[in-house]
């Protein structure tokens, strides 16, 4: 299993709007706003590291409103 968070930076006032797609996708398991250099953290459990990098590039960055993303790959059990 892995685990992962992917950090979203959005556009001005886009964050509660792009919650609920986010936490649609299938290998997230939580997301939340949060306050500081990203808008949002979705937390991510997968079999392989291909789907986290899937989640991040295909479908998260392809919602219109979201600016950036940052992936962080957990490396404990």
């Known amino acids: 299993m892995v685990h992962a968070f992917i950090m979203v930076k959005t556009g001005a006032g886009e964050s509660e709007r792009l919650l609920g797609p986010i936490r649609d996708f299938e290998t997230v398991t939580e997301a939340h706003i949060v ?4 808008d949002v953290i979705a937390e991510v459990d997968t079999d392989a590291v291909y789907e986290v990098l899937k989640t991040a590039s295909s479908r998260v960055q392809s919602l219109e409103g979201v600016a950036d ?3 962080y790959i957990s490396l404990d059990d």
Request: charged share 15%; aromatic share 14%; net charge positive.
């Open 35 to 38: 306050a500081g250099a990203y």
């Open 69 to 71: 993303t940052k992936t």
